[in-house]
């Protein structure tokens, strides 16, 4: 099994920044990809950000290249970030934290969500 908690979400103004985490717990060495996805209010939870251990690949939502990063710390293989910079309105949504693992690959694994609002 895998548990995944995120925090970091809060209130910030357009042009501000956060930082999100998400930490893994349980069967965290058989991770194939951890993300971030996003759910805004009225819309369809979307791809943010994928980091893939396999390799240290990374992809990006066309909307958040060049302002967001991803990463990993991999002296733990329990603990995701995501960097968010220059962040505007239509970034607000509740952000979540995703994985899948090798050995069960068709399963998703979800945090509860950490909301990020941004004013204008």
Known sequence: QLQLMESGGALVQAGGSLN???AASGNTVSISTIGWYRQAPGKQRELVALFH????????????????????DNAKNTMCYLQMNNLKPEDTAVYYCNARRWIDPRRDYWGQGTQVTVSS
Not at 61 to 67: A, E, N, P, Q, T
Request: hydrophobic share 20%.
């Open 20 to 22: 999100l985490s998400c």
């Open 53 to 72: 251990t396999a390799d240290y690949n990374t992809e990006y939502s066309d909307s958040v290249k060049g302002r967001f990063t991803i990463s990993r």
